[in-house]
């Protein structure tokens, strides 16, 4: 079985700069690449810099991204996504329309004879417990329902700080990791899985612990990194900006 599994993509809404603008042209490319190519496609979570699913609205600036998707799902590859820490404001749109079934929290299969766990990690982090308080009260069904009042410009400007703050604390404090790995060690040695797959981090990384590995797919805002599990054997592949236009 070939699976491809890419993470934190934050595939943005807002062309802030050129580096924004240069990680949405390698996320279109390896995308387009990638049609045909793999017989599982693994979204594990901050795919999209925010989603939000207003009742009859769709933030246009995905579109190059979501017709990509969904070419990749016509050559026969199976798509599946888990929510992220940007991207988990989930209505019926995937489900619907392309359809793309969505997990909250984690993914499991067995593959070419590996048990795989597949979960983005934003839950793991040691000593968070801010973040914490935050994702359960932003999850809170009244809260989607406030920000569904409001017009979608003036939504998307609000969350423009917050989602780019975000993701530049995930730059400076690798020492999250340690979290991850903990968890991934907990899910080997108890639940005996082979794979613990994860992102989150933003920091590319295959580990041994005890007979599993804790895998991270690292990013697409700086390191361009995405996991192959083919024939049951886990490698870190870096796409290359080089390859734009191929």
């Given at each position: 079985?070939?699976?491809?599994?890419?993470?934190?993509?934050?595939?943005?809404?807002?062309?802030?700069?050129?580096?924004?603008?240069?990680?949405?042209?390698?996320?279109?490319?390896?995308?387009?690449?990638?049609?045909?190519?793999?017989?599982?496609?693994?979204?594990?979570?901050?795919?999209f810099d925010l989603w939000f699913d207003?009742?009859?609205?769709?933030?246009?600036?995905?579109?190059?991204?979501?017709?990509?998707?969904?070419?990749?799902?016509?050559?026969?590859?199976?798509?599946?996504?888990?929510?992220?820490?940007?991207?988990?404001?989930?209505?019926?749109?995937?489900?619907?329309?392309?359809?793309?079934?969505?997990?909250?929290?984690?993914?499991?299969?067995?593959?070419?004879?590996?048990?795989?766990?597949?979960?983005?990690?934003?839950?793991?982090?040691?000593?968070?417990?801010?973040?914490?308080?935050?994702?359960?009260?932003?999850?809170?069904?009244?809260?989607?329902?406030?920000?569904?009042?409001?017009h979608p410009d003036f939504s998307l400007a609000m969350a423009a700080?917050?989602?780019?703050?975000?993701?530049?604390?995930?730059?400076?404090?690798?020492?999250?990791?340690?979290?991850?790995?903990?968890?991934?060690?907990?899910?080997?040695?108890?639940?005996?899985?082979?794979?613990?797959?994860?992102?989150?981090?933003?920091?590319?990384?295959?580990?041994?612990?005890?007979?599993?590995?804790?895998?991270?797919?690292?990013?697409?805002?700086?390191?361009?990194?995405?996991?192959?599990?083919?024939?049951?054997?886990?490698?870190?592949?870096?796409?290359?900006?080089?390859?734009?236009?191929?």
């Amino acid at each position: 079985m070939r699976i491809c599994v890419v993470s934190d993509m934050h595939y943005p809404y807002q062309m802030l700069d050129e580096r924004d603008k240069e990680n949405a042209e390698l996320v279109l490319s390896f995308l387009t690449e990638a049609r045909g190519n793999y017989d599982m496609l693994v979204l594990n979570g901050d795919i999209f810099d925010l989603w939000f699913d207003w009742k009859y609205t769709i933030i246009k600036q995905y579109f190059p991204l979501l017709h990509r998707l969904a070419a990749i799902q016509d050559e026969g590859c199976k798509l599946v996504m888990i929510s992220g820490n940007h991207d988990f404001w989930f209505n019926d749109f995937f489900q619907k329309y392309l359809p793309i079934p969505i997990y909250d929290e984690s993914y499991n299969l067995i593959a070419d004879g590996k048990k795989i766990l597949f979960t983005h990690g934003d839950l793991h982090p040691e000593y968070d417990v801010r973040y914490k308080l935050f994702r359960r009260l932003i999850r809170f069904g009244g809260i989607k329902k406030i920000f569904s009042w409001f017009h979608p410009d003036f939504s998307l400007a609000m969350a423009a700080r917050l989602t780019r703050s975000s993701r530049m604390k995930n730059f400076m404090q690798p020492k999250k990791t340690v979290g991850l790995k903990k968890y991934a060690k907990y899910i080997i040695t108890k639940e005996k899985y082979d794979y613990v797959c994860m992102g989150h981090s933003h920091q590319p990384e295959i580990q041994e612990i005890e007979n599993g590995k804790y895998i991270n797919t690292g990013d697409w805002t700086r390191h361009h990194t995405y996991v192959e599990i083919i024939d049951g054997m886990v490698e870190i592949r870096q796409y290359k900006i080089k390859e734009i236009g191929k």
